[in-house]
């Protein structure tokens, strides 16, 4: 098991520093997002007076916000650099949660979420695109892990540190999210050099019809295409659980705010631990049957939920859906950046970065409405959607893998 553990740090002895910032960015994006997400549904409710059924909805607006932004400044990166993408959305993120803290009433609150999401837009794409520039194509999947592991520290740290504000307010979890983007800020202006490549002329026309236009990678790509439809809909399905395991937990009188931010907490840190021992394991198989895994890992631990909101089953629930991320995740990504032309390589993370946007815009709306009808009745539909989801993802994982 040490020896195990101990080959998760080998990718980090030879890291160059680009990738060490976009890392940083991974790291700090996951803090933030700890510390927050595990009591927004809670503040909403108890601080803003929101009706349950309309809290996903008001969530929805920071991803909303990436969903309008994308289709006009997702591949920016790709024509203005990496480094003043990073530095202009890390710190409008940041100033943003700041900002919000101070913001007062639902309207004002969703408008500022949604401002947020146009600058968190091109923020995990951008720093992903940073570690492909510089990483080989085949030490990419592990170093995608790598970008969860640091995610998944900072929501190891984050739920801790939300926790502990949360004892003063609800609404002290925006300034802690706000603070840490702008860390990350600070990194990007002092250690990130500018890793795009270098234009020629006659790349110049084919980066021009790509354009700002994100989005027209995954409608032109068929293969793209084929992969980010069912990576969708995993996504969203995985997200009632973040979004409405807190409401089953704290209204079924099994866990206080404080054990809810403990409970994710948890759930970080075992992906933190275990992602790259399960990526570097897991090398030897198949996409198609990784894929296979996943999806069945998260069907179950809907299947955990549906039966009762008690502590064991609550814990087996969020320990599957994060086995089912780290076998999910950096696979999916390392196929998204092997379909990427060279000098579209930030567009087609741009638009790979949809799914996350779509997850976080339409996953909470609908899992808290389907919430507000019955309880159960999120992890009733969740099963049978995850195994229908995976089963087309891995049909796409194995066509990539005969053609490479």
């Known amino acids: 098991m040490i020896k195990t553990l101990s080959s998760t740090f080998r990718p980090f002895r030879s890291l160059p520093r680009p990738a060490g910032v976009g890392l940083c960015i991974f790291f700090v994006a996951g803090l933030a997002d700890g510390v927050l997400m595990p009591f927004f549904a809670l503040w909403a409710q108890q601080d803003a007076g929101i009706p349950i059924q309309y809290i996903g909805l008001l969530l929805g607006c920071y991803a909303g916000g990436e969903l309008l932004a994308t289709p006009f400044v997702g591949g920016i990166a790709d024509r203005i650099g990496r480094r003043p993408v990073l530095l202009v959305s890390s710190a409008g993120v940041g100033l943003g949660f700041i900002l919000l803290y101070l913001t007062r009433g639902a309207v004002a609150a969703a408008f500022s979420l949604l401002v947020i999401g146009m600058f968190e837009s091109v923020l995990h794409p951008t720093a992903a695109t940073v570690i492909a520039d510089v990483i080989p194509a085949n030490a990419r999947r592990e170093h995608f892990a790598l970008t969860r592991v640091m995610s998944n520290i900072g929501h190891t740290v984050g739920p801790a540190v939300g926790a502990l504000l949360a004892l003063w307010s609800l ?227 194995r066509r990539h893998e005969t053609k490479v």
């Open 171 to 397: 609404g002290l979890v925006f300034c802690g999210s706000g603070v840490a983007l702008l860390i990350g800020t600070l990194v990007v202006g002092l250690f990130l050099s500018e890793t795009r490549p270098e234009r020629h002329n006659d790349e110049d026309d084919d980066e021009d019809d790509e354009g700002l236009g994100a989005l027209g990678a995954a409608f032109r790509d068929r293969r793209l295409a084929a992969l980010l439809v069912p990576i969708a809909i995993l996504e969203i399905g995985a997200s009632w659980i973040e979004a409405v395991t807190p409401l089953y937990a704290h209204n079924s009188g099994v866990l206080t705010a404080s054990q809810i931010g403990l409970l994710f907490t948890y759930a970080g840190a075992l992906s933190a631990l275990f992602q790259l021992p399960l990526t570097q394991a897991s090398a030897r198989m198949t996409g198609f049957a990784i894929i296979l895994v996943g999806g069945f890992a998260l069907a179950l631990a809907f299947g955990f939920l549906a039966v009762s909101p008690v502590l064991p089953l609550l814990i087996g629930a969020v320990s599957l859906v994060a086995v089912s991320e780290m076998l999910f995740g950096p696979l999916t990504q390392a196929i998204a950046s092997e379909l990427a032309p060279r000098n579209a390589r930030a567009t087609y993370m741009a638009a790979f970065g949809v799914v996350g946007d779509l997850k976080d815009a339409a996953g909470p709306a609908i899992g808290t409405w389907l919430f507000a009808i019955a309880a159960r009745l999120p992890w009733l539909i969740g099963m049978p959607i995850a195994l229908a989801a995976a089963a087309a993802l891995a049909i796409a994982a």
